[in-house]
C-alpha cells in the first residue's frame, strides 16, 4: 500500500472524527444576541468607582419623588369679555385660556369647580382639561343667562384630585338687558 495514500486516508478519517466529536458552534439568531462581546478599549481597563457621598442612591433603591404643586394663572378671556351685553335666557359658551403654572400634570382626576352663588345657571363640576405642568389650557363653561335683567357674576376655580381648590379665579361677568317686546302684528285693513 503506499503511504502517501495511507497517510491522507488517516487525516481525512481523523478530521472526520474530530468534527463528529467536537461541539457545534451556535450561531445567534436575529433575536438572540452572542452570548460574550468583547469590551470597548475605553471600558476594557480597570477603573475605580468613585466613592459614595450622601446624596448617592444605592442600586435598587428607590427614587425618592417631591410632591408636586397645584397653580393655576388666567391668561385671556377667549369668548366674551368682561361686560358682555346679553338678551335673558340664552345659551352662552364661556372660555378661558389658563396656564398650568404648577409643578403637577392636570388628569382626569381635576375638575373645575364653581365657586360662590349666582343667578346664571350651569353644572357645579365639569371636567378640567389635561395640561402638563408649564402648558397652557382652555377651560369652558356652558351657562343660561337668568331672565331678569341686570348685571350678574359666576366664578370657578380648578380642584385637585384630593378635593383642594387652588389657583386664580376664572369668572363671567355679563350685563343682561331688559326683554323688548316683540310687536304684535296689527290688523291690516283688507280693501
Same mark, same amino acid.
Given at each position: ?8 486516508? =488517516? ?8 468534527? %463528529? ?20 478599549? %475605553? ?79 350651569? =353644572? ?10 408649564? %402648558?397652557? %389650557? ?26 383642594? $381648590? ?6 363671567? $361677568? ?11 302684528? =296689527?290688523? =291690516?285693513?283688507?280693501?
Amino acid at each position: 500500500m503506499d503511504p502517501g495514500i495511507t497517510r491522507a486516508a =488517516s487525516l481525512t478519517l481523523l478530521g472526520v472524527w474530530l468534527s %463528529a466529536c467536537a461541539v457545534p458552534e451556535a450561531s445567534p439568531t436575529p433575536t438572540q444576541a452572542p452570548l460574550f462581546r468583547p469590551l470597548p478599549p %475605553a471600558l476594557a481597563t480597570p477603573t475605580r468607582a468613585p466613592a459614595a457621598s450622601a446624596t448617592s442612591v444605592p442600586l435598587g433603591s428607590p427614587v425618592p419623588t417631591l410632591p408636586c404643586t397645584n397653580d393655576a394663572r388666567f391668561v385671556e378671556d377667549l369668548t366674551l369679555p368682561d361686560g358682555t351685553v346679553v338678551s335673558p335666557g340664552v345659551e352662552l359658551d364661556k372660555r378661558w385660556s389658563v396656564l398650568n403654572a404648577g409643578t403637577c400634570d392636570w388628569n382626569a382626576g381635576y375638575r373645575l369647580v364653581r365657586v360662590g352663588t349666582s343667578a346664571i345657571e350651569g =353644572s357645579a363640576e365639569l371636567a378640567l382639561f389635561p395640561a402638563r405642568a408649564g %402648558a397652557t %389650557a382652555e377651560w369652558q363653561v356652558e351657562v343660561r343667562t337668568p331672565s331678569e335683567p341686570g348685571e350678574y357674576l359666576a366664578r370657578w376655580r380648578a380642584r385637585a384630585p384630593d378635593g383642594t $381648590l387652588f389657583g386664580e379665579e376664572v369668572y363671567l $361677568l355679563i350685563f343682561v338687558e331688559e326683554a323688548t317686546a316683540v310687536p304684535s302684528a =296689527s290688523p =291690516s285693513a283688507t280693501p
